[in-house]
Structures are given as C-alpha cells and as structure tokens.
C-alpha cells in the first residue's frame, strides 16, 4: 500500500535547527508535489511549504518563510524540511501530505498524508 | 486567524444530515473551484473527504456531499452515523499556497 512516514522529529532549544523527512512508498514521489502541514496537538491545521514534483517551484507560509526549506530527493523517495532560527510557536506535529493526481488531472487537495513526527521547541 | 472561518462546532443524531461552512474572510482568498475538506479522528491522520468543492475520493461514502455558494463553502453529512464524529477541516489553494479553516467539532449525539 502506498504511504508516508514523517521522522526526525525531537525537541530543539529555541534558535536551533532541526531537519525533518518523509519517506514514501508504494507510489513515484516524481509524479506529486508535496506538502508540509503542522498541527498543534489539540488545534488545527496550518499549511507550512509545498515543492513541485520536479522541485521547481516552493512556497511557504509568511509564519515560515526566510527560516525553514524544503527540498525533495526522488531518487530516494524523500521528502524534507529543514528548520533554522525555531521558535517556541513552531512546537507542532508536523505532516507530510501528498497532493492528488488522478492520470495526470491535478486534485488541488492532499489526499494523502503521514502520522506525522512531532517537534518540540523548548529551553 | 484563520482566512477561512469554520463554526467551532455542530451536532446531530444518528440518521440526521448536518452540514459545516467554510466562509472566505479575505478578499484573496477564494472558496470558488478548489476548496476541498477533511476529516480527522483524534489521534489520526487527516483524511481527504471532497476535493475541488464538490467531487467525492474512491471510497468516501456518498453521504458526504460538498457545494459552495458566494464566498461560502459546505460540506454536508446526510445519515448520520457515530463514526461520523471527528474534527472537520475545509481548506483552499490559492497562487501557489492553502490556507486551512480553524476546524469544526462534529458530535453525534
């Protein structure tokens, strides 16, 4: 069956860095752009970065942006996030979640995502 | 704050049909063709339940039903069942990024 399964998470002080990844399976990570999405236990959803299938193209959220990085090796079916420069409020269960594609049609929707891997920001 | 605003919470009895809103509150913002929801039971991973407004995954049953009207998403449960408690996330993309709605509490009373 296909999947994703985030690891690397840990707790860091704040000002560090931490680098997270997903790995992927039973699919082609070159055929799917992919996401990170955090969670604050107990709280909602919160879209962090997405990279294109062929890592042309990335975005992040203004929350991040100028302090974390994605990057993808499909040669090795991953996915990753590296952290710099971590706050307190970045303290989230962090997803990895594909994004659908259906023979090519595009689904603008994660129809995939992993358990995630928890990262705790704290001195 | 969430640009896309999702009552805190909703219920209903078994057998019931619910439906939970997702209303664009900036300009930038829109909820026109592709707004998709999810569902999360506590301790689990969210799970893609309508994509592009209105269209159902493989395997989601077919109580669930998407539609929007102006700057207003839904997401509508006909029939409700008990497994059909969890937390509810509508969410858009928009230029390049998603923005994800605070989430509703659905309760099956």
């Known amino acids: 069956d296909a999947q994703v399964v985030e690891s690397g998470g840990g707790v860091v002080r704040p000002g560090g860095s931490l680098r997270i990844s997903c790995a992927v399976s039973g699919f082609s990570l070159d055929e799917h752009d992919m996401n990170w999405i955090r969670q604050v236990p107990g709280k909602g959803l919160e879209w962090v970065s997405s990279i294109k299938w062929n890592a042309g193209n990335t975005n992040y959220a203004d929350s991040v942006k100028g302090r974390f990085t994605i990057f993808r090796d499909n040669a090795k079916n991953s996915l990753y996030l590296q952290m710099n420069s971590l706050r307190a409020e970045d303290t989230a269960l962090y997803h990895c979640?594909?994004?659908?594609?259906?023979?090519?049609?595009?689904?603008?929707?994660?129809?995939?995502w992993g358990q995630g891997t928890m990262v705790t920001v704290s001195s | 704050q969430s640009a896309l605003t999702q009552p805190a919470s909703v219920s209903g009895s078994p057998g019931q049909s619910i439906t939970i809103s997702c209303t664009a509150t900036?300009?930038?913002?829109?909820?026109?063709?592709?707004v998709s929801w999810y569902q999360q039971h506590p301790d689990k991973a969210p799970k893609l339940m309508i994509y592009e407004v209105t269209n159902r995954p493989l395997g989601v049953s077919n109580r669930f039903s998407g539609s929007n009207s102006g700057n207003t998403a839904s997401l509508t449960i006909s029939g409700l069942q008990a497994e059909d408690e969890a937390d509810y996330y509508c969410a858009s993309y928009t230029s390049g990024s998603w923005v994800f709605g605070g989430g509703t509490k659905l309760t099956v009373l």
């Open positions: 900036s300009s930038d913002v829109g909820v026109y063709n592709y």
């Open positions: 979640a594909r994004v659908g594609d259906v023979s090519g049609y595009y689904l603008y929707a994660f129809d995939m």
